[in-house]
């Protein structure tokens, strides 16, 4: 009965070559969050969706971009990653009037 | 804006010690306090959380206190396990805009050698 799910849990892509994540919830939640961790690091808000507003974070890189098709579906495009995107990429979903965020597992990325 | 300064790490205990991370936030609100846990490898789960002054936040054998008077959020737990190795993050969520953020603090790595 997993709640907030990620596909795949690692990733391997190549420099410069377009790769796509993907968050599915079974929580019904209106809000969806990105964030990018890496090691040793909190993670870092790169955007979210209030339903179907997205909302940037200012200093998000604009080789991120991020699309949600329907409430249960989110994903994170990386246009052309570069060594400095490897990361752990977490998913995060909380209701309309909720403050607890439920997070995903992760999608591991490597950029060779 | 909102922060949250948490006890540096690693901190390295033996089984069955007490253990204690601090957390201090600031805020213009009244937000809501948080411990998520990670796991190696793993997605940050919800530990705990308090959302008004005085609460008290317990799950698993932890708990921490909201203390508004000296805007602190304090994990502590009586007797810790091996199994409780894992990176604590402390968090709050802020009650304004249209949708919650969380502020995180750095990050407490916790050993605990058997």
């Known amino acids: 009965d997993a709640m907030v799910i990620q596909n795949p849990r690692y990733q391997v892509t190549q420099f410069g070559k377009p790769v796509t994540l993907s968050c599915s919830q079974t929580?019904?939640?209106?809000?969806m969050y990105w964030y990018q961790q890496k090691s040793s690091q909190a993670p870092k808000l790169l955007f979210h969706?209030?339903?179907?507003?997205?909302?940037n974070e200012a200093d998000t890189p604009d080789n991120f971009q991020s699309r949600r098709p329907n409430t249960s579906f989110c994903f994170l495009d990386i246009r052309s990653p570069g060594l400095g995107d490897a990361a752990m990429y977490l998913c995060?979903?909380?209701?309309?009037?909720?403050?607890?965020?439920?997070f995903g597992p992760g999608t591991r990325l490597t950029v060779l | 804006g909102d922060s949250v300064t948490q006890m540096e790490g690693p901190v390295t205990l033996s089984e069955e010690a007490f253990l204690t991370i601090n957390c201090t936030y600031t805020a213009t609100g009244y937000p809501s306090l948080f411990w998520y846990v990670q796991y190696p490898g793993e997605g940050l789960q919800l530990l705990l959380k308090a959302t008004k002054a005085d609460d008290k936040g317990s799950n698993k054998g932890f708990e921490a206190t909201y203390r508004k008077e000296t805007t602190s959020f304090h994990l502590e737990k009586g007797s810790v396990q091996v199994s409780d190795s894992a990176v604590y993050f402390c968090?709050?969520?802020?009650?304004?805009?249209?949708?919650?953020?969380?502020?995180f603090g750095s990050g407490t790595q916790l050993t605990v050698l058997p």
């Open positions: 969706y209030y339903d179907k507003d997205f909302n």
């Open positions: 995060a979903t909380t209701p309309y009037s909720g403050d607890t965020q439920y």
């Open positions: 929580l019904n939640h209106n809000v």
């Open positions: 968090a709050l969520s802020d009650d304004s805009g249209s949708a919650r953020q969380l502020t």
